[in-house]
């Protein structure tokens, strides 16, 4: 078989059961694991498939492979404005934050330069970037190592190694995803355990998702809904979605975008920070 015929079939496995892994794309196809690498490399260059540690997985719905950053930036930006401003509020001077990587954590990021004395941790290059690049000196940012994703994300056994030794206070992820049944998701698996471990890190979590994040799965569950203390989300969420997230999470904060200063309106009492030991794993 012609190598571009074995990858077009390895891209269609992949679509059918949304992962696969090498092992059984060796026995498949009677070719060596390194010949398998090589495919999985070409088909993720050309936006076919995300590859991940011992396999690949599917692209996201909507699109040929995961957006690159510039163009999830250009997504949703009134909403995201508006939940970076809520989520800013709940940042004091003095503390110590977690990052995830995504383009409303990034917003949020730019909101948060003229706090002082504030500890960043973050998986996140653009993250860490906007934030070193700040004029305060009296930042520390923290940037986990890893393998870099087509988000900018950093992933993997050295990020998760980085975080076991770590603190902070209130973390703040954002999701590809967040549904009733599955919880929180993102389309890779290797990000999902990242982002577990800075849940594990954290005292607090905080989870920022617009409205189109609702009903959305990613192939990988990060936690379920009662894993968000405070999730922070715009008011273009239908009834049904706003019902689910009032039951599951500790506390709803919906936000009207606008061009002034959104309006957060909080739906529940703020939930207490859950100690280190009762974080999501």
Known sequence: MLARQRQEDIARLVRQHGSIRVSALTERFDVSHMTIRRDLEALARRGRLDKVHGGAVAAPPGGDGEPAFAEKRSRQVPAKEAIAVAAARLVTPGSAIGMTAGTTTWTLARRLLDVP?????????????????????????????????????????????????????????????????????????????TNRAMCRSARRTVVLADHTKWNATGLAGIAPLGAADTLVTDSGIDGGGRAALERGVGELIVV????????????RPPALPRPTEGAPT
Request: glycine share 8%.
């Open 256 to 267: 009207e975008p606008s061009r002034s200063a959104p309006r957060a309106v909080s739906l």
């Open 117 to 193: 004395d504030l500890t960043v941790v973050t998986n996140s290059v653009q993250v860490a970037q906007i934030l070193h690049t700040g004029r305060r000196r009296t930042r520390t940012v923290v940037l986990t190592g890893g393998v870099r994703t087509p988000s900018d994300a950093l992933v993997g056994p050295v990020a998760v190694a980085a975080l076991r030794t770590l603190h902070v206070d209130v973390l703040f992820m954002g999701v590809h995803g967040m549904d009733a049944r599955t919880g929180f998701s993102t389309p890779n698996p290797d990000e999902a355990e």
